[in-house]
């Protein structure tokens, strides 16, 4: 029987410099399925950088869009109109912001991550108390997916529950000290500095990818 390959390794690009992402991407190309930007290196170099990496893997822009949904959208369509075929998105903002930049999605066919709750300690003292009903939106809304912390499984495991037909992709793995565990749990990783600080980051993604596949053979075989 032929087993299919689910479960995602996204790539966190936070570099600063062009040319370093972008041999970066190349270079472990074969083994990411995803890039993800964020304010780090579209802020350095500019936002055309997502047009370039979107040649290589679909590029998540991971802006935490946070704003009224006025503003909130047009984030959204300045990543959509840049290449970007999937947007991130606090949902503690309420569902008036998610919604709006949805909408935005749609007219891209473009998807929609949802912030549960961050992986960082700083997400006990606020996030935590309402990540559940975050992802209860996410999903009424019909977004694509959440993002959940591979650093607090626990956690992690009930936020899978609930959003149960949304995709669930994890960052914490490597310099976050966030449990491997998380690939059981979600549908893909996402992981910067383990790769991008490696001595060989084409090495350490095909590590990482070979480990993911290992649990996707294992969850085909239950
Ligand atoms: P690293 O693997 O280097 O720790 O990077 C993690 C990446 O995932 C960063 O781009 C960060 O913004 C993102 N991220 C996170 O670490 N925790 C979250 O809860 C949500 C994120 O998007």
Known sequence: MQVEFMKELILALDLLDREEAVNIALDTSDFVDRIKVNYPLVLSVGIDVVKELSKINPVIADFKIADIPYISSKIAEIAFKNGASAVIVHGFVGRDTVKAVLNVAKEYSGEVYVVSELSSEGAEEFMIKHSIEIVKL??????????????????????????????????????????????????????????????????????????ISDYDVRSNSL
Request: a positive charge.
């Open 138 to 211: 996410a999903k009424e809304l019909g977004c694509h997916g959440v993002i959940a912390p591979a650093t607090r499984i626990d956690r992690l495991i009930r936020i899978r529950e609930v959003a149960e037909g949304l995709k669930v992709f994890c960052p914490g793995i490597g310099f976050q000290g966030g449990s491997l565990e998380a690939i059981k749990y979600s549908d893909g990783i996402i992981v910067g500095r383990a790769i991008y600080l490696a001595t060989n980051p084409r090495d350490e993604a095909m590590k990482l990818k070979k480990i």
